[in-house]
């Protein structure tokens, strides 16, 4: 029993994801399968210690918040800035991994326009909303030349501010540079709104990035959130909470990871304590 309650510790600290600072006010529904509070029993310090962790990292390395955003997947816990708010728990790790074709179809490149972004943001029931507010999450992180420069060479893209792509083309001065740069270039080391603010002045860094704003269906959704930060963060939050209830494995489908950048070697699932212990309903834990 302890060896299971050490193991799913580690495991808890390791998939956290999400960012923290301000209090949602409400919470929205969830799908059988998932929970407010899954690690009650198991591991029930598990958000402190996940907090204090990413204090640690983020102090050491602010680029390592928008890597923990891209694991949103799983289950989650925040403090850094941005929204603070509760996530359902309990999703499970799947046993394959997603194949090459699959990722193109469902991801979004930095050279998407917005029709491509809404047409495959619909296909997960996610709407326009959703699209801007989950953009947002570059208000942090970097981007390599190589996702951008075809806004420079060999003509210069122009919906991109003058000066700003002179600047871009002082961090890549080549097509193939492999140099880096911000995505957002007011507050790159915040999680804020400006990200919306920069879209507003022709200074977004990707295709997928800029046209949000040069395109009628998503400009005003952009508008209102460079204009009003807490609107911003009222519909992050709840469109990260529902892109984090897509697909949710119940029962014996997936699994509990001993280690998260691994799939259990021995192929036989690890059961919650809580489970094991009988408490809770099977709701609640799955």
Known sequence: MARIFSLLLISCILVASCFAA???QKRPPIVNGLSWNFYKTSCPKVESIIKNELKKVFKKDIGQA???LRIQFHDCFVQTGGPDYDVPLGR?????FAQVNQTFIDLVGPDANTTTILTKLARKNLDATDAVALSGAHTIG????TSFTDRLYPTQDPTLD???ANNLKRTCPKVDTTNTTFLDLRSPNKFD???FVDLMNRQGLFTSDQDLYEDRRTRGIVTSFAVNESLFFEKF????IKMGQLNVLTGKQGEIRANCSARNSNKEYLASVAEEENMGSSAEMR
């Not at 939050?237 to 990260?240: A, D, I, K």
């Open 22 to 24: 301000i209090e949602a």
């Open 66 to 68: 928008a890597g923990v």
């Open 92 to 96: 499970r790790d799947g046993v394959v």
């Open 142 to 145: 970097i981007g390599h030349c």
């Open 162 to 164: 003058k000066t700003f």
């Open 193 to 195: 709104n400006k990200y």
């Open 237 to 240: 939050v709840l469109s990260m």
